[in-house]
């Protein structure tokens, strides 16, 4: 994974320049890899939970409180880039109901909308818009027209930008990664 990071970074960091501006980051840290499967933070233990090890969450059982990872979000639009085909659509989906079935309190997403749901209902969302993104995918052609069915059915979602790439990329009109 690390070597991926170092391998992306700066194409990414191109592609987010317009829309991040003065907000895009100027030290990007690469992180090292972790052997440890427990996290102990202010006396509280955190057991690193999912089964790509990419994508890990952090899992707090006493408190059932979840920390998710990179693909966890709440009622926003996902980020679909890095996952085009429906094979990792549906590893994805896999992952979060390996997550919902931890059947969290609290759910604290790594993308979201703070007006929006912090629980279950943030992972079964984004179950929901991964089904709807793979029946498009099977038909919809071009990025506009993915993008108008998607607002369609999820009005009124945070992450516009990303929905265009998204969009983009799951038609094919622009390879991510």
Same mark, same amino acid.
């Given at each position: 994974?690390?070597?991926?990071?170092?391998?992306?970074?700066?194409?990414?960091?191109?592609?987010?320049? /317009?829309?991040?501006?003065? /907000?895009?980051?100027?030290?990007?840290?690469?992180?090292?890899?972790?052997?440890?499967?427990?996290?102990?933070?202010?006396?509280?233990?955190?057991?690193?939970?999912?089964?790509?090890?990419? !994508?890990?969450?952090?899992?707090?059982?006493?408190?059932?409180?979840?920390?998710?990872?990179?693909?966890?979000?709440?009622?926003?639009?996902?980020?679909?880039? #890095?996952?085009?085909?429906?094979?990792?659509?549906? #590893?994805?989906?896999?992952? @979060?109901?390996? @997550?919902?079935?931890?059947?969290?309190? @609290?759910?604290?997403?790594?993308?979201?909308?703070?007006?929006?749901?912090? #629980?279950? !209902?943030?992972?079964?969302?984004?179950?929901?818009?991964?089904?709807?993104?793979?029946?498009?995918?099977?038909?919809?052609?071009?990025? =506009?027209?993915?993008?108008?069915?998607?607002?369609?059915?999820?009005?009124? @979602?945070?992450? =516009?930008?990303?929905? /265009? $790439?998204?969009?983009?990329? $799951?038609?094919? =009109?622009?390879?991510?990664?």
């Amino acid at each position: 994974m690390v070597e991926h990071i170092l391998a992306t970074v700066e194409n990414k960091l191109e592609v987010w320049r /317009d829309f991040l501006g003065d /907000d895009l980051p100027k030290n990007v840290v690469i992180p090292s890899v972790m052997t440890e499967q427990v996290i102990e933070f202010q006396g509280t233990r955190w057991k690193l939970y999912g089964s790509e090890p990419s !994508q890990v969450n952090l899992w707090n059982e006493e408190t059932k409180t979840l920390i998710g990872g990179v693909n966890v979000f709440n009622e926003s639009h996902l980020f679909l880039a #890095d996952t085009p085909t429906i094979k990792e659509l549906r #590893d994805w989906q896999g992952r @979060l109901r390996e @997550l919902l079935a931890l059947d969290a309190d @609290l759910v604290v997403v790594s993308h979201g909308d703070e007006s929006r749901s912090f #629980d279950n !209902q943030a992972l079964q969302f984004s179950l929901d818009y991964i089904e709807y993104a793979i029946e498009l995918k099977g038909y919809v052609q071009d990025s =506009e027209t993915f993008k108008e069915i998607i607002q369609e059915r999820f009005p009124n @979602l945070r992450n =516009e930008s990303v929905l /265009d $790439m998204s969009a983009k990329v $799951m038609t094919g =009109e622009m390879v991510w990664g």
